[in-house]
T-cell receptor
């Protein structure tokens, strides 16, 4: 069945480092893909999304490109900040009922 | 203004008890959801409702019963609580069944002792 696989964390970076969190999907067709972020003690927030192949989602310096050739939707940021410390979830829509399925999450810690 | 709110934020109770968690959204959305997040942060859909109609009903024990009195509210009632029910429960909403973006509440941390 359809699924997303994220790189295992935790990921620890120094401030201003480059970030990549890998996400690959297995799907029939080309489902919409999402990145959500969960800051400590909070609910998830949508970070960015892409609804079709070759789309690039971007927000707050984060980017991800929907690549059907590699079935990937990797999250990148050129220069992370301490405030980016959070858990990041890759997700996709399954079927027609806005059924959102999440990856296992990747915890990012950014140190000053 | 809080978009999606849940009460209580923390809930500590003993095995065998019955408890409810309430969720309200003021976004005018048609669709609401309940998710369970375990201690490893894995997030799993439990239920979704659209205009008070049950849409998604994942394989959860029938001790869990959602209730939607109107489209702005989706409550979760849990009977005969078990240790394994300890988790953070998140309510979410979306504009409708076609729009991907979901707005999450702050979560309810349930601890069963």
């Amino acid at each position: 069945g359809n699924s997303v696989t994220q790189m295992e964390g935790p990921v620890t970076l120094s401030e201003e480092a480059f970030l990549t969190i890998n996400c690959t999907y297995t799907a029939t067709g080309y489902p919409s893909l999402f990145w959500y972020v969960q800051y400590p003690g909070e609910g998830l927030q949508l970070l960015l999304k892409a609804t079709k192949a070759d789309d690039k989602g971007s927000n707050k310096g984060f980017e991800a490109t929907y690549r059907k050739e590699t079935t990937s939707f990797h999250l990148e940021k050129g220069s992370v900040q301490v405030s980016d410390s959070a858990v990041y979830f890759c997700a996709f829509l399954r079927g027609n009922n806005n059924d959102m399925r999440f990856g296992a999450g990747t915890r990012l810690t950014v140190k000053p | 203004d809080t978009a999606v709110s849940q009460t209580p934020k923390y809930l500590v109770t003993q095995m065998g008890n019955d408890k409810s968690i309430k969720c309200e959204q003021n976004l005018g959305h048609d669709t609401m959801y309940w998710y369970k997040q375990d201690s490893k942060k894995f997030l799993k859909i439990m239920f979704s409702y659209n205009n008070k109609e049950l849409i998604i009903n994942e394989t959860v024990p029938n001790r869990f019963s959602p209730k939607s009195p109107d489209k702005a509210h989706l409550n979760l009632h849990i009977n005969s609580l078990e240790l394994g029910d300890s988790a953070v429960y998140f309510c979410a909403s979306s504009q409708d069944l076609r729009v991907g973006e979901q707005y999450f509440g702050p979560g309810t941390r349930l601890t069963v002792t």
